[in-house]
């Protein structure tokens, strides 16, 4: 249970750093399971690279795709112009979204349970729904940049209630990609919405179409104003969706594997436009565990 000086921290710099809140052997267990889901992938259909400074260049096919799935994504760099591997393939991944949290009873397990539908009770969420859930690798050497964003232009909802749960896999430091978060920056006059990323799907029926729409003109902060969060494996960091946070390039020879999870109230009106949607085949739900619903199958 978080004290009351935790939720104060909370309230007042948008983040808590949560050390020791995974164990060792659910590191070593979520790490494993993610190198298995790599070796496994085939590059094709489902392939897309994905940039995380150019988000045009995503394939929105292959975004959606992964909505109520786990596929692979290929670091913007990994690839030659003729879309050769330029690395090997267990070096080249940028992610695996965007539903492990519900298909693979691995990160199933990682994603539910008590401690968890504790914390979000005591951040104020009444009816947690996880929508998504993604294994960054941040790859050395060519993990790229994620550039200044807010959470919630992903997972809009009426009013405002996504946070982010960022578990570190592995140690994250200042030379391979730590997160860095503007203290504060979720509230004030600073705190507006910046961007929304929407799904527009054409009423004639063909194919939708992911748009970053600017709303305000705010603009993002100075690396002055910026706070890196350094932490070790185990860490879980929590931070709300109108947070700015962004993390440089990873240059150096390790990797930094992190494991997220992005989690609204079902008391909120979730946007129609928001591009992650579920079906009735796998329905949104809680961070309590349900070992009756895992293992889920692929469809
Ligand atoms: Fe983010």
Request: glycine share 6%.
């Amino acid at each position: 249970m978080l004290s009351p000086t935790q939720i104060e921290t909370w309230h007042r710099d948008g983040f808590l750093v949560l050390p020791g809140f995974k164990h060792a052997d659910e590191l070593a267990a979520a790490c494993r399971r993610a190198h298995e889901i790599v070796a496994a992938f085939e590059p094709g259909a489902h392939s897309s690279r994905f940039s995380t400074r150019d988000r045009s260049q995503l394939s929105d096919a292959a975004l959606l795709a992964s909505a109520e799935a786990v596929h692979c994504f290929f670091e913007e760099e990994a690839l030659d112009d003729a879309g050769r591997l330029r690395v090997p393939k267990a070096l080249s991944i940028n992610k695996i979204g965007h539903a492990l949290h519900d298909r693979d009873p691995v990160f199933d397990a990682f994603s539910h349970g008590p401690a968890l539908a504790e914390l979000a009770a005591d951040l104020g969420l009444e009816q947690p729904q996880v929508w998504q859930s993604q294994v960054i690798f941040k790859q050395p050497h060519i993990g790229g940049e994620v550039g200044w964003h807010q959470d919630a232009s992903f997972f809009v909802t009426t009013p405002q209630t996504v946070i982010t749960l960022w578990f570190a896999l592995e140690d994250a430091t200042l030379d391979n990609g730590c997160l860095w978060v503007q203290p504060g920056g979720h509230r004030g006059p600073g705190s507006v919405l910046r961007e929304q990323y929407a799904c527009e799907r054409p009423a004639d029926g063909s194919a939708p179409r992911l748009v970053m729409r600017a709303l305000d003109s705010t603009p993002w902060p100075t690396t002055d104003e910026a706070r890196p969060l350094p932490v070790a494996a185990g860490t879980l960091v929590v931070f709300p969706g109108l947070l700015p946070h962004y993390s440089p390039p990873n240059r150096s020879p390790k990797s930094r594997l992190a494991y997220t999870l992005h989690v609204t109230d079902g008391t909120a009106v979730y946007a129609a436009e928001n591009w992650l949607q579920r079906s009735a085949r796998l329905p949104v739900r809680g961070l309590a565990y349900l070992p009756a619903l895992t293992p889920r199958a692929m469809p």
